[in-house]
């Protein structure tokens, strides 16, 4: 079920695969390790040791995933985990190769839906990871410039631009959808090149 949509010049702009069907369980099954707030950087922090658990139990999710970009695209794999060797020792990145990770937790019908938009934040043309979680209806991504709607099931991971592509979810039909949403932010990558210079 793999599905490749690529621009005029061969770029790829969205790429989608199944992972594996236990590494789906686990992210269902360790939802409950975390706080009933929605985590991001800030409150990943604030929300330590939870986070960090929950983080830790899907390791090999977001490690499966990440070898799946590298495989695809080498060259944003080496710039996302290019900040490793400016690091601390007590920091890493938060999920495999990216950054940042977000959970978007409870999309019901009739309730809050994710509204197109475009992540300014991240790094160009870069990959933003998504793996949506329950049983629920609808709640397709869009990507509104190519015209293509993607059906993201449980098990599915979806790589996209969202920093290029304005995206947004189609409303839940049925019962409750959850997603990760994994990103690496332009600053990030900012500030890795301000220590080159040093």
């Known amino acids: ?18 992972y594996p069907e236990h590494l789906l369980y686990k992210l269902r099954d360790s939802f409950q390790l975390l706080p009933s707030d929605i985590m991001q950087s800030r409150e990943y922090c604030h929300d330590h040791p939870a986070s960090q658990t929950w983080l830790d139990a899907n390791k090999e999710l977001f490690d499966y995933v990440s070898h799946n970009l590298r495989m695809i695209n080498p060259e944003m794999y080496m710039l996302f ?3 490793d060797q400016y690091l601390p020792d007590n920091f890493t990145r938060m999920a495999g190769a990216w950054h940042g990770v977000a959970i978007n937790e409870c999309m019901v019908p009739n309730g809050t839906n994710l509204e197109t938009h475009v992540d300014w934040k991240d790094i160009n043309y870069g990959y933003n990871a998504v793996l949506p979680w329950g049983d629920f209806g609808g709640g397709n991504l869009i990507f509104w410039q ?12 979806l790589f ?9 979810v189609s409303e839940i039909t049925s019962g409750e959808r959850y997603s990760v949403d994994l990103f690496c932010h332009k600053s990030a990558i900012d500030w890795k090149k301000r220590k080159d210079l040093e």
């Open 1 to 18: 079920q793999h599905h490749c949509l690529r621009d005029n010049n061969g770029n790829i702009l969205a790429y989608r695969f199944r």
């Open 81 to 83: 985990t290019s900040i």
């Open 160 to 168: 996209f631009m969202g920093s290029v592509i304005a995206h947004g």
């Open 146 to 157: 190519a015209r293509i709607v993607y059906e993201v099931r449980p098990g599915d991971c």
